[in-house]
């Protein structure tokens, strides 16, 4: 559950970095990149709660899908000035790592399930 606890970190840091926000990205860029970010943890308690193999590398997967998800809107946040270079940097080294953790269970769960 490590990645979980890293996911729930990104979740967080974005949360704050999009508090002051002008209020029009509310429902669209503030709302988008918060889901995103939080549906990286939420997918991994989904598979960690899974009995079946194949779901929870389903569940992986989809986490993973969100991490990119993340990554398009923080590079959106950056260009446009919205989250400054350097914590985006940071978010994106963090992200990065996520990436390819759940890489490794994936290919971790299908070998075992072969």
Request: cysteine-free; overall charge positive.
């Amino acid at each position: 559950m490590y990645e979980n606890f890293k996911a729930m970190e990104v979740a967080e840091k974005i949360f704050r970095l999009t508090e002051d926000l002008p209020k029009k990205e509310d429902y669209s860029f503030t709302s988008q990149i918060r889901r995103s970010a939080l549906s990286i943890s939420a997918n991994i308690a989904e598979a960690f709660g899974r009995n079946h193999t194949y779901d929870k590398i389903n569940f992986y997967y989809i986490s993973r899908g969100s991490v990119t998800e993340t990554q398009s809107h923080l590079e959106y946040g950056r260009r446009v000035g919205y989250i400054s270079e350097n914590e985006a940097e940071k978010l994106s080294r963090i992200l990065n790592s996520l990436y390819h953790d759940l890489n490794k269970v994936i290919i971790t769960l299908k070998k075992a399930s072969q």
